[in-house]
């Protein structure tokens, strides 16, 4: 949420000259609506089953940069898919002093948004719940506090060694 994946993302793929995918856009380009309306509508179950068949059809699909929504890792097969992956996943990180202010209005946000507690709150007890998924999956991991897009991207093709 804000770490950057679309940004960084497309950065990337026009270094390497390939295509971005973003299975957000995916899901809502199959359900006809924005995702916060999906989650409004359908519920977060209905939204996850769309996004485990979005992640499934882009990893057998997609030869470029792929942004995985970021509550993606919550589906145990998705977590093995991507464990099994032979191309590199990235994590990126941010902590909320440098990501409250790339959310923009976080009452948008489906899950920083459920529940009672503020967005702060949620946003360290959602984090604080995926921790373990996030490192189960990734082979790298970014910081992105106090770098732009820009250096995020450039660390990440050094990592990849693909500058
Ligand atoms: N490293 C960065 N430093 C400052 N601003 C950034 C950085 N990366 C992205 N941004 C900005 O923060 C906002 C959120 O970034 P972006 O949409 O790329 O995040 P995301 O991880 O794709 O989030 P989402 O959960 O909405 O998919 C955008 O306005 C973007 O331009
Ligand atoms: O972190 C999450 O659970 C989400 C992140 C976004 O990419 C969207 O998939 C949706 O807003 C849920
Ligand atoms: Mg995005």
């Not at 660390?155 to 990849?160: D, F, H, T």
């Amino acid at each position: 949420m804000g770490a950057g994946k679309s940004a960084v993302g497309a950065l990337l793929a026009a270094d390497l000259g390939v295509q971005l995918r973003d299975t957000d856009a995916d899901v809502e380009a199959v359900a006809g609506r924005p995702v916060a309306t999906v989650f409004a509508e359908d519920g977060e179950p209905a939204f996850r089953a769309l996004e485990r068949a979005a992640v499934v059809d882009a990893l057998a699909e997609h030869p470029g940069v792929l942004a995985l929504g970021g509550g993606s890792v919550l589906d145990a097969d998705t977590r093995a898919d991507l464990v099994a992956l032979r191309s590199p996943v990235v994590l990126l990180t941010a902590t909320w002093e440098h990501v409250a202010g790339r959310l923009g209005d976080t009452s948008t946000r489906p899950v920083l948004a459920s529940g009672s507690a503020g967005a702060e709150a949620r946003w360290r007890e959602v984090m604080a719940a995926r921790e373990k998924h996030y490192a189960e999956v990734a082979d790298h991991v970014v910081p992105t506090d106090g770098r732009t897009a820009r250096a995020v991207a450039d660390v990440v093709l050094r990592l990849l060694s693909l500058h």
